[in-house]
């Protein structure tokens, strides 16, 4: 502690007593904190920080939302700053150091926990905020200059043991900034405002990260679960409904929407996102922070901000976003569902393990695994929940509430789709990367997106919709079974679909022989229940087992045979207690309330259908799979339409189940139908439930999922091959596109990769060696080979 000088009686402001008490708790606060306080580092960077924002009078103007005088009810300045502007307080290091180039801040030691280092020029001989006002003294070992003795001749009266050597001085936006200690006011507004959206983000990781072993080199895989807030209704999807279009305005940041109304966030709904991310512990600077980041005492923000500290920043050009298969269900949990055991186990350990590398050739440093909005636990949409929002929706006494209730939730269910997931995804990347900034510009000049995103089934239409909604896609978009049908009807679709279904049912016939009289017999008892013969079969979850629902045990056929047509057969077998009568086992009924989760996951029977619902122009999905095996209507020639429907006898089982029939009872696909909610699914039944899955299949005035020129400019640059002057690419695209798939038809996604297509330029490997659970069979294999198409490092296509 030094001496203090003799204080001035000239002073209009702050009080006697206001300075006195800033004098005692500044005391109190450099004796505390005085043996961490060694370098000058440490000296410039927080003791700098700590001494203005707690002493100087002039720390009133920094508050971190700042008010204008003139204008008390508006929370943004026209950047009144002083002329020593501080860092917000509660910044990380690793984002002031991104936010701030061209010698606003920099690092002068290695970047940790500990914080970033203001930067201080011997040369500077301005004024300087905080216990050191003397640059030339204090770098010359002398320790810090004599703060009472007396300034220079023409000097303004010091103002106490803490004060500028200049006059007071409000920075106006166009005054220029001092790039020795001081931050342009564009500069701070950037960093004002990055702070203000961590808040609103509400970044969490609720406890300590788990730690797993993985890989015969003793290396270790680190797990942290966190969770951010989002808009339920992101900004340019609620202006895109107000003006409906089949055309996408492709989005330079997913924020920027609160760039210029922060204040528009308060008040606005959100959901909480969770994710996972999994990341290699390599050497023991990295088990060392990982075992900081179990500490207790740590509330589950500053876990999450502790976490963002990290030595060298987290760069998300070296992370991976995952998209699941749905829509409706979680992501896989990391050595559960996603195995870490080493570098070939799965797609995930083989991208930290080093096989592949990004489009900069630097090893991928983090896989983020993000439970889609209301799914896993984001918040899941349940019947339980809904029936906490939405109560009327399930009154029986009074129909004009109720139906007002169900409008209201199906518009709630329409914040669900695709367009509202890549967005969500952005958000978190973002969190992740703390809103890096550059040269006191209010948004960085250039946006860093995902290193590389993998998307299955379900989740390369998301992908697809990234590419459509963002200038700044993912890298590498990697697509395993998921060319969404984009210019192809829904009612198509499922023209298409039904046949490949008939096929696979015949392959696993073929496999299982026996199963044919067994399936029969199974479909012949549950008949009876129809005819009041028998009791209805409920199943331990309250529905009923009717044969249409034991029918759709065909959605597990389209896996490899190996193991999704053993799995089937296993189930099957299982279904009477003995061999001499019809009574249903309990363990049958357990499996097969096991394996069809659409209870728990009832967005993927409500919004199904949806994921084909392409702007205005594809209209309503009127349930398009039951009305194609049911109902004759017009379609291509090449479909033979006539030859499957009005009625297809090949799915009719009333005709299949009898004893006469040649033909075996077919399976059902991935398709939904209205029946669902009559009372086979318990959480998917009731008046409310079934309202809201007939308002969403009437729905007509869906947004647009896809933007065919918005992609082709992300895989070609300035519109394609032979283009002068076009700009580069900004995506690489691979897919592995499945010959048999069963989910995703073939025919309609090559459609989108031709010359021309909205995909050109992706390439497509071609194969029937996998089933669209290829990834999951064999992910290392075809995740590796599709990083390495994307840049360009194996022939394929050859």
Not at 42 to 47: F, G, N, Q
Not at 609 to 615: K, L, P
Not at 619 to 645: C, F, I, K, M
Request: glycine share 8%.
């Amino acid at each position: 502690p030094r001496t203090q000088p003799e204080m001035p009686m000239v002073l209009a402001t702050p009080t006697a007593t206001a300075l006195i008490r800033r004098y005692v708790i500044t005391k109190i606060l450099l004796f505390s904190v005085s043996a961490v306080l060694q370098s000058s580092s440490y000296r410039s960077a927080i003791v700098g920080s700590i001494a203005f924002s707690v002493v100087t009078p002039r720390s009133r103007h920094l508050h971190p939302f700042p008010v204008v005088a003139s204008s008390p009810s508006k929370r943004r300045p026209s950047l009144p700053f002083p002329s020593s502007p501080r860092v917000p307080r509660r910044l990380s290091s690793s984002l002031t150091a991104a936010a701030v180039r061209g010698g606003d801040i920099s690092n002068t030691n290695s970047r940790g926990i500990g914080g970033s280092n203001l930067s201080a020029s011997a040369a500077d001989d301005e004024a300087r905020t905080g216990w050191i006002h003397n640059t030339e003294s204090h770098e010359s070992g002398e320790g810090a200059s004599s703060v009472g003795s007396n300034s220079e001749e023409g000097d303004e009266a010091r103002t106490g043991w803490l004060h500028n050597t200049e006059p007071k001085k409000n920075y106006q936006a166009t005054d220029p900034p001092n790039t020795a200690n001081e931050h342009s006011p564009a500069t701070i507004e950037l960093m004002t405002f990055v702070e203000r959206i961590n808040e609103c983000r509400n970044h969490r990781i609720a406890g300590p990260p788990a730690v797993h072993p993985c890989g015969d080199d003793k290396k270790r895989m680190m797990v942290t679960e966190h969770r951010i807030a989002v808009p339920l209704d992101h900004p340019d999807l609620e202006a895109a409904a107000a003006s409906p279009s089949d055309s996408i305005a492709a989005l330079d940041r997913v924020d920027g929407a609160f760039r210029e109304d922060i204040n528009s966030f308060e008040g606005r709904p959100t959901v909480d996102v969770y994710f996972t991310v999994v990341e290699l512990l390599s050497n023991a600077a990295d088990e060392g922070y990982a075992a900081s980041l179990g500490d207790s005492t740590l509330s589950p923000r500053q876990r999450a901000e502790k976490y963002l500290r990290r030595e060298g920043g987290i760069d998300a050009s070296r992370m991976i976003l995952y998209l699941q298969g749905g829509p409706g269900f979680g992501c896989a949990t990391p050595v559960s569902g996603l195995s870490l055991a080493s570098s070939k186990s799965s797609w995930a350990s083989s991208a930290l393990f080093g096989d592949v590398t990004n489009s900069d050739g630097k090893s991928f440093e983090r896989v983020v695994l993000m439970d889609q909005r209301g799914t896993g636990r984001s918040m899941p949409v349940s019947k339980q929940r809904l029936r906490k929002m939405f109560p009327d929706m399930f009154l029986s006494d009074d129909v004009s509430r109720a139906e007002l209730a169900v409008k209201r939730a199906a518009d709630y269910l329409t914040k669900f789709r695709a367009d509202s997931i890549v967005r969500d995804a952005e958000w978190i990347k973002e969190a992740m990367i703390s809103g890096a900034g550059g040269d006191g510009d209010a948004f960085p000049p250039d946006p860093k997106p995902w290193g590389a995103a993998l998307g299955q089934s379900f989740g390369g239409f998301c992908l697809m919709t990234y590419l459509s909604s963002f200038i700044h896609p993912p890298q590498m978009c990697l697509f395993t079974g998921g060319l969404a049908p984009m210019d192809t009807p829904a009612r198509e679709v499922y023209d298409r679909l039904w046949l490949r279904v008939r096929e696979r049912n015949y392959m696993y016939y073929e496999r299982y022989p026996g199963d044919v009289a067994l399936v029969r017999r199974i479909v012949q008892r549950l008949m009876r229940q129809d005819t009041g013969d028998e009791l209805p079969v409920r199943l331990p979850s309250g529905g009923i087992l009717t044969v249409r629902r034991f029918l759709q045990l065909g959605l597990m056929l389209g896996g490899t045979p190996g193991t999704a047509f053993a799995n089937l057969h296993s189930i099957i077998s299982s279904a009477f207690l003995d061999d001499g009568d019809d009574e249903l086992s309990e363990a049958f009924l357990k499996r097969m309330d096991y394996e069809q989760s659409f209870d728990d996951a009832p967005l993927y029977f409500l919004l199904h259908e949806s994921i084909y619902a392409d702007g205005p122009k594809s209209g309503a999905t009127n349930w398009a799979a039951h009305s194609s095996v049911t109902q004759a209507g017009n379609a291509p020639l090449d479909l033979l339409y006539e030859r499957y429907v009005s009625p297809n006898p090949d799915f009719e089982y009333r005709l299949t189940s009898s004893s006469e029939s040649l033909s075996p009872v077919l399976f059902y696909g991935e398709m939904v139908f209205p029946w669902m909610a009559e009372g086979d699914f318990a959480e998917l039944s009731g008046d409310g439930m079934r309202k809201v899955a007939e308002a969403l299949a009437r729905k007509e005035d869906w947004l647009p999922l896809f933007d065919a020129s918005n992609m082709r400019a992300a895989l070609l640059g300035g519109g394609g091959v032979g283009k002068d002057g076009a700009a580069p690419p900004r995506c690489r695209v691979a897919s592995a596109t499945y010959y048999d798939d069963m989910y995703v038809d073939f025919n309609c996604a090559m459609k989108l990769v031709r010359r021309g297509g909205p995909m050109e330029g992706a390439k497509v490997w071609v194969t029937n060696e996998y089933q669209h659970s290829g990834l999951r069979d064999d992910g290392a294999v075809i995740f590796c080979k599709l990083v390495n198409m994307a840049k360009g490092s194996v022939h394929v296509p050859s």
